[in-house]
T-cell receptor, first 117, second 113 residues
Framework: EPEVTQTPSHQVTQMGQEVILRCVPISNHLYFYWYRQILGQKVEFLVSFYNNEISEKSEIFDDQFSVERPDGSNFTLKIRSTKLEDSAMYFC???????????????FGPGTRLTVL | KQEVTQIPAALSVPEGENLVLNCSFTDSAIYNLQWFRQDPGKGLTSLLLIQSSQREQTSGRLNASLDKSSGRSTLYIAASQPGDSATYLCAVTPRGGSEKLVFGKGTKLTVNP
């Protein structure tokens, strides 16, 4: 069964460093998302991406964050200058259909645990 | 702003018991509601998706209902098993052109053998 994959599973970085989290969505999906979950807290939406552009972003997704689909399979989240409070589990998700009139199941990857020291 | 609440935060039951997990949301303008399962340190596994026009969905021992007007959903688990132990998350997709999911904090379920 197709699944969303993410690499690495765990990333440790120093404060101020740049990190890139990678995701391979399910191949026939068109909508891509990043969420994060700080330990003990709710899963929070960061950004959604469709047709090679951001369709929505949350207040968390400031200028330090960027997303890219560099080729036909990968979807990346870049954090330019990490802060201690960026430590969290980051989840990538994808879906076939989303929008005004019909929405579909979002399938989540296993996550990347980011630790900022 | 849409808020999702799940009660109880934790639940411990003996194996074989039928149980109900509750989810409430503040704004009834939603496209759909999803129930997920999250195992410790792992990703989210989608269990059921209920479109806003639907009242319930069933998958095996799981049944989810949706009462949009009252802002409530329940997840019913029949004949619980130790393997059902996990955190169950409820999430809604708000209307308004957004695809994002708004999550509750989850109910941590422990099924004791």
């Amino acid at each position: 069964e197709p699944e969303v994959t993410q690499t690495p599973s765990h990333q440790v970085t120093q404060m101020g460093q740049e990190v890139i989290l990678r995701c391979v969505p399910i191949s026939n999906h068109l909508y891509f998302y990043w969420y994060r979950q700080i330990l003990g807290q709710k899963v929070e939406f960061l950004v959604s991406f469709y047709n090679n552009e951001i369709s929505e972003k949350s207040e968390i997704f400031d200028d330090q964050f960027s997303v890219e689909r560099p080729d036909g399979s990968n979807f990346t989240l870049k954090i330019r200058s990490t802060k201690l409070e960026d430590s969290a589990m980051y989840f990538c998700a994808s879906s076939r259909i989303a929008g005004l009139w019909l929405t579909d199941t979002q399938y989540f990857g296993p996550g990347t645990r980011l630790t900022v020291l | 702003k849409q808020e999702v609440t799940q009660i109880p935060a934790a639940l411990s039951v003996p194996e074989g018991e039928n149980l109900v997990l509750n989810c409430s949301f503040t704004d009834s303008a939603i496209y759909n509601l999803q129930w997920f399962r999250q195992d410790p340190g792992k990703g989210l596994t989608s269990l059921l998706l209920i479109q806003s026009s639907q009242r319930e969905q069933t998958s095996g021992r799981l049944n989810a209902s949706l009462d949009k007007s009252s802002g409530r959903s329940t997840l019913y688990i029949a004949a619980s098993q130790p393997g059902d132990s996990a955190t169950y998350l409820c999430a809604v997709t708000p209307r308004g052109g957004s695809e994002k999911l708004v999550f509750g904090k989850g109910t941590k379920l422990t099924v004791n053998p």
